[in-house]
């Protein structure tokens, strides 16, 4: 066994499962990964100030974009307005409980609990060690799951399909909400993974000398997805977090092949479905995705119908054919090109939520274009089919294990983390 205080200096990378040892990092810059560039380690100045400082004032600006009016329209002498609490309260009317939920957990629940928990781990309030422990494991699982920032490019998707029909304007919380979205996701970005473990308990003991450039797994390692700690392949659960896990993820391919395929039988219906309806004049008009885009174009704006055709159409399509084609080399059908599907895997895991933009244009439109027969719009059945496929496609990037791209990959050269030279604004 190595001596507890060497285990810092290594790392396991959680994408491509190479062995590095981590030099002294400079504050303000970051070790990355010399395979794969995935960040290893970031040393923030102000580690615990920062993000302290970021979680709270985005906490403040989410209570208040909740206190007052979020956007108003006009319209042949009516009006309309509402604040961000009442898009649910219209979806649960109508009876769309599960899309008011969707949007009351993606767009203010978990982002809400995540700054929460960023203020409570970096100052490492009391509270049972169980908590604590528990709180640093979910943290950063939830990050993929807020999505206040893609509410808020839905919300601009709705100005530019409303001001067809009236005038939009902007109530006092619309500012706060802009707010809130920046500062979140800055609070994020100044929190390193390894820095908040290391305050919660100290890293184990290594099981024996690594051997830097080579895989953990040709060396009997494996590294905790949750607190990154180097055990031995053979041991389930990790002595510092307490999370049980494998060498590889276990059937990863199949789950991950499992949730692409229901995704796939939805995905069919919720296109040839409505997902809204808009009644005029007491008439009703049901509208599918590209119904949707086809009128935005027809209407001279393209810019937002391109945005929603890449959005809600291509990219959970492409998105469908990367996974299966990641699925495919990952069980080692594939060429030996893996730097390449590293990239696919990185796009995929990063672009695939944004294709809920289109479920949020539909929460705003639906909420706001309230004057009764003159002119309402109403949430579909597809769009909750909709956003199943996204939620399912996300589950589906997630249980896939990007190191099955490299377990062919022959050893590289042993080399040291590139730094980045200068620190940068970010940190």
């Known amino acids: 066994m190595c001596a507890a205080d060497q285990a810092h200096q290594w790392s396991l990378c959680p994408q491509c499962d190479l062995t590095v040892k981590l030099p002294a990092v400079p504050v303000g810059s970051r070790a990355r990964c010399p395979r794969c560039h995935t960040t290893l380690q970031a040393n923030w100045q102000e580690p615990r100030r920062r993000p302290t400082g970021y979680a709270l004032s985005a906490l403040f600006m989410l209570v208040l974009a909740n206190l007052f009016p979020f956007i108003n329209m006009h319209v042949a002498g009516l009006s309309s307005q509402i604040s961000l609490l009442e898009i649910p309260q219209v ?11 969707l949007f ?30 528990g709180l640093a494991r979910v943290l950063f699982q939830l990050r993929s799951w807020g999505m206040a920032e893609i509410f808020m490019a839905g919300v601009l998707v709705s100005f530019v399909k409303l001001m067809a029909y009236g005038e939009i304007g902007l109530g006092s919380s619309f500012w706060p909400w802009c707010l809130f979205c920046v500062l979140h996701l800055r609070a994020f970005q100044c929190v390193d993974r390894r820095w908040v473990w290391q305050r919660i308990d100290p890293l184990p003991p290594l ?23 180097i055990l031995p392949a053979d041991q389930l659960a990790c002595p510092r977090c307490g999370v049980k896990a494998h060498a590889r993820r276990k059937h990863s391919l199949q789950w ?26 007491g008439s009703q008009y049901p509208s599918n995705i590209m119904a949707g885009v086809i009128l935005l174009w027809s209407d001279g704006s393209w810019p937002v119908a391109l945005v929603i055709f890449i959005a809600s159409i291509m990219v959970p399509s492409l998105k469908m054919l990367a996974i299966a084609w990641l699925c495919w080399h990952g069980s080692g059908r594939g060429g030996r090109d893996d730097e390449k599907m590293h990239v696919v895997y990185e796009v995929v895991e990063f672009v695939g939520r944004w294709s809920m933009i289109d479920v949020f244009v539909i929460a705003v439109l639906s909420a706001l274009v309230r004057m009764g027969r003159l002119m309402s719009v109403y949430p579909a059945p597809g769009a909750l089919l909709f956003a199943m496929v996204v939620i399912l496609t996300m589950f589906a990037a997630m249980t896939f294990d990007p190191r099955l791209l490299w377990d062919r990959q022959r050893e590289t050269e042993r080399k040291e983390p590139r730094l980045d030279g200068q620190p940068s604004r970010d940190c």
């Open 104 to 133: 009351l957990l993606f767009v203010q629940g978990i982002p809400a609990f995540c700054m929460i928990t960023i203020i409570l781990l970096v100052n490492n309030v009391r509270m049972p060690h169980n908590l604590r422990l």
């Open 256 to 281: 991950t092949l499992a949730l692409l395929i229901t995704s796939v039988m939805l995905y069919i219906p919720s296109n040839i479905m409505p997902i809204m309806v808009t009644e005029t004049l």
């Open 207 to 229: 099981p024996k000398v690594p051997l830097a450039g080579v895989s953990g797994l040709k060396q009997g390692l494996r590294s905790c997805p949750c607190c990154t700690a």
């Open 91 to 101: 979806m649960d009317r109508e009876d769309y409980r599960s899309l008011a939920t």
